[in-house]
């Protein structure tokens, strides 16, 4: 894995203080899990680069993300949700994939089944920690008949041997990235993740030698950034991501308060407000000329963790936002409109990172 260098990160600061912060906030969690349900499941559609799917989501319970295990990124709780001990068997996670095709014969029609297979793990289907090797071929070999797979990684568990197992059956694969933003400074200092640009770019690289492709997860609003800057550099990881060789889709996660995290620390103590929604759609119709996909699923949006306006509009905008991931056509957004957007236009020009946030 690779790591943050000294010169920068100094014991006790920095990174390293993030990480004990996280940690100290990790620990209060007390629920348990079953190692053999996932932790969720659903049926969605996606748009491709060949089109929109009917989707299976996936999310395995997995001993979680071994980042988040020495502290982790700022705003995400899912470690939380992880099974204890670190490690998963191979037969558990099986079980856990026989709950999902159960789920899904119950939801689709007619014993239909879902084209595209997106399998998450809260960290990184292809560390083989979490997921071993053979849990990973038996997978491919279960969802051998379908079109198309996404399985979620960090950039360095990324290799073309890996995703073989997927590409050689005749799956049309891509790699989620939780790369979260292009700024190498907002990445290591707002999110607390390691790794670089650069070590993006070279998981894109690496996924291409397989025939597999890429599909880039940036953060709107991470901690410690005000509305506007948050909105600056959501479309200015876009554009950079989009000019990537193999980067085809790029999925915005507005933050969400999660339990267990340093965001929800910052939340709870009137620190912290989540994105509006009109930066999210400002941020999808501002960029709709590049060369990808750009989608966006607001989760928890319209509520007060999740990205949210005043309340009265919030309903249609996410509607919105929903109908442009499908269609990718901006004019969805000049049909919504609401009193709050002055509001909103008003913390852009005037919130600083000193005076934050400005409303809630």
């Not at 991931?325 to 919130?351: G, M």
């Amino acid at each position: 894995m690779s790591k943050p260098s000294p010169e920068v990160y100094e014991r006790g600061r920095g990174m390293d203080a993030h990480n004990k912060v996280m940690r100290d906030i990790r620990s209060q969690k007390q629920k348990t899990y079953d190692p053999h349900e996932p932790t969720r499941v659903w049926i969605d559609e996606d748009n491709t680069p060949d089109g929109v799917y009917d989707s299976l989501t996936i999310i395995l319970n997995t001993g979680g993300c071994r980042w988040a295990r020495a502290g982790g990124c700022t705003m995400c709780g899912y470690v939380a949700e992880s099974v204890e001990g670190g490690t998963v068997a191979h037969e558990a996670l099986m079980d856990q994939i026989q709950v999902c095709l159960d789920h899904e014969a119950e939801e689709m029609d007619d014993g239909e089944k879902a084209g595209l297979i997106k399998i998450y793990t809260s960290g990184s289907f292809l560390d083989e920690r979490e997921v071993p090797a053979e849990t990973r071929d038996a997978i491919a070999e279960t969802f051998a008949d379908r079109d198309r797979m996404v399985v979620e990684s960090l950039p360095d568990f990324v290799t073309r041997e890996k995703l073989a197992d997927f590409t050689d059956r005749g799956l049309d694969t891509d790699v989620a990235i939780g790369l979260e933003t292009a700024t190498d400074r907002v990445r290591h200092d707002c999110v607390n993740k390691y790794f670089d640009f650069a070590d993006f770019e070279d998981a894109c690289e690496e996924a291409a030698a397989a025939g597999g492709g890429v599909k880039a997860y940036l953060l709107m609003k991470p901690p410690f950034l005000s509305e506007s800057e948050a909105l600056d550099d959501m479309k200015s990881s876009i554009r950079r991501c989009a000019a990537v060789d193999n980067c085809h889709t790029v999925s915005m996660n507005p933050t969400n308060v999660q339990r267990y995290t340093m965001v929800d620390e910052l939340f709870f103590n009137g620190g912290y407000r989540p994105p509006w929604l009109w930066s999210v759609a400002e941020a999808l119709g501002e960029t709709v000329d590049v060369d990808a996909i750009v989608v966006s699923d607001p989760v928890g949006g319209g509520q007060e963790r999740g990205a949210h306006n005043c309340g009265d509009c919030d309903e249609l905008v996410f509607k919105a936002v929903k109908d442009f991931n499908l269609r990718q056509d901006p004019s969805v957004f000049d049909q919504v409109s609401c009193d709050c957007e002055a509001t909103w236009e008003f913390v852009l020009d005037n919130e600083t990172s000193y005076n934050m946030p400005l409303v809630k």
